[in-house]
């Protein structure tokens, strides 16, 4: 069996956890993107730049 990394994919063992327990992996996510921004502001003393999402 070949894992995949597509988001789409059915996953139930993972489904559940989230249910019970919660998406720890996105909270974890967040938080490192807010302590991210949090020490970017904190080294520039200023707020943060948003970086680029790339051309449109």
Known sequence: MIPSSTRNDHL??????VRER???????RVAAEQ???QMAEAL???E?????QGPR
């Open 12 to 17: 139930p063992v993972y489904e559940s956890l």
């Open 22 to 28: 919660g998406d720890v992996v996105e909270e974890a």
């Open 35 to 37: 302590t991210q921004r």
């Open 44 to 46: 520039n003393g200023h």
């Open 48 to 52: 943060a730049v948003q970086p680029e």
